[in-house]
């Protein structure tokens, strides 16, 4: 099973960005799909992005309010994938999380339960 770890995460003011990474062993990043979470205090995990694998490439955005602001990008040659997070809101704090799927292609949903790997997740904080 893939071991998945977050880093990047901090405190960073309103409009500014941060650059998260999920570093992946214990198995190819390449047959494996990537999806980021967040879990805000007092809320549920959300499902923001997942990343397909490089053979079709491309990306489903799950959630509307980090659409145009937030991207997923991959390495898989340094088996590490990537959430670049911009124009960054208070609303925007909580723990986020990438998680492993093997499969080509994300699916449409992001039901956490469908992950078999997790990180153990990076705090994010967005205060000015």
């Known amino acids: 099973q893939l071991q998945l770890m977050e880093s990047g995460g901090g405190l960073v003011q309103p409009g500014g960005s941060l650059r998260l990474s999920c570093a992946v062993s214990g198995g190819s990043l390449y047959f494996n799909t990537i999806a980021w979470f967040r879990q805000a205090p007092g809320k549920e995990r959300e499902g923001l992005s997942c990343i397909h694998s490089n053979n079709p490439g491309g990306n489903i955005v799950y959630s509307d309010s980090v659409k145009g602001r937030f991207t997923t990008s991959r390495d898989d040659a340094k088996n590490t994938a990537y959430l670049q997070m911009d124009t960054l809101k208070p609303e925007d704090t909580g723990i986020y999380y990438c998680?492993?799927?093997?499969?080509?292609?994300?699916?449409?949903?992001?039901?956490?339960?469908?992950?078999?790997?997790w990180g153990q997740g990076t705090q994010v904080t967005v205060s000015s």
């Open positions: 998680a492993a799927r093997k499969a080509f292609y994300c699916l449409q949903s992001s039901y956490p339960n469908d992950f078999s790997s």
